[in-house]
T-cell receptor, first 112, second 114 residues
């Protein structure tokens, strides 16, 4: 999937700080971070529209999103917890009212 | 709050079998319902979408019909192929005031044997 690229693909952390990156090449205005824990469905963490954070689903404060421009999304993680082990998907849509999402391939985070 | 229920955690079929995956939903608004498919190592991909304006969606041989009376949105395919093996998520759009989010069901793992 080259429409949305995520890096890194795999991440193994102790209690360290790291950032996940996402870039979409679709010209979409809305971008999302979803978390998918093992054998569970994806759940929304954050929603940005036109670079503005407009939805925060009560995520622990160690997760800090950033949207430097309308095509890029970052997720900064500090002092990770074992419960943070999951796949983190970036997604985008035309606008915040759109339900047709394009998902990236995800970053698989393993906290050891 | 809004919710989606998929009772089948796993379905195992042989090629050319008929597929039926159950999905029911609960919402106080007019629903927009979707089916996403997730292949191993990939993000979910939109398979089909239905709103109250068009109560049936068809894509790649799959179809789903929205039934307001039974609040169901089951996924069907007449003849599955091995390449259809994946996890299928039923989803409902939560129209939050500031922006939409998708509420996913727990997913159904489809395994198709050759």
């Amino acid at each position: 999937n080259t429409k949305i690229t995520q890096s890194p693909r795999y991440l193994i952390l102790g209690r360290a700080n790291k950032s996940l990156e996402c870039e979409q090449h679709l010209g979409h205005n809305a971008m999302y971070w979803y978390k998918q824990s093992a054998e569970k469905p994806p759940e929304l963490m954050f929603l940005y529209n036109l670079k503005q954070l407009i939805r925060n689903e009560t995520v622990p404060s160690r997760f800090i999103p950033e949207c430097p421009d309308s095509s890029k999304l970052l997720l900064h993680i500090s002092a990770v917890d074992p419960e943070d082990s999951a796949v983190y998907f970036c997604a985008s849509s035309h606008g915040r009212g759109d339900s047709d999402y394009t998902f990236g391939s995800g970053t698989r985070l393993l906290v050891i | 709050g809004d919710s989606v229920t998929q009772k089948q955690g796993q379905v195992t079929l042989s090629e050319d079998d008929f597929l039926f995956i159950n999905c029911t939903y609960s919402t106080t608004t007019y629903p927009t319902l979707l089916w996403y498919v997730q292949y191993p190592g990939q993000g979910p991909q939109l398979l089909l979408k239905v709103t109250t304006a068009n109560n049936k969606g068809i894509s790649r041989g799959f179809e789903a019909t929205y039934d307001k009376g039974t609040t169901s949105f089951h996924l069907q395919k007449a003849s599955v192929q091995e390449s259809d093996s994946a996890v299928y998520f039923c989803a409902l759009v939560d129209y939050g005031g500031s922006g939409n989010k998708l509420i996913f069901g727990t997913g159904t793992l489809l395994s198709v044997k050759p």
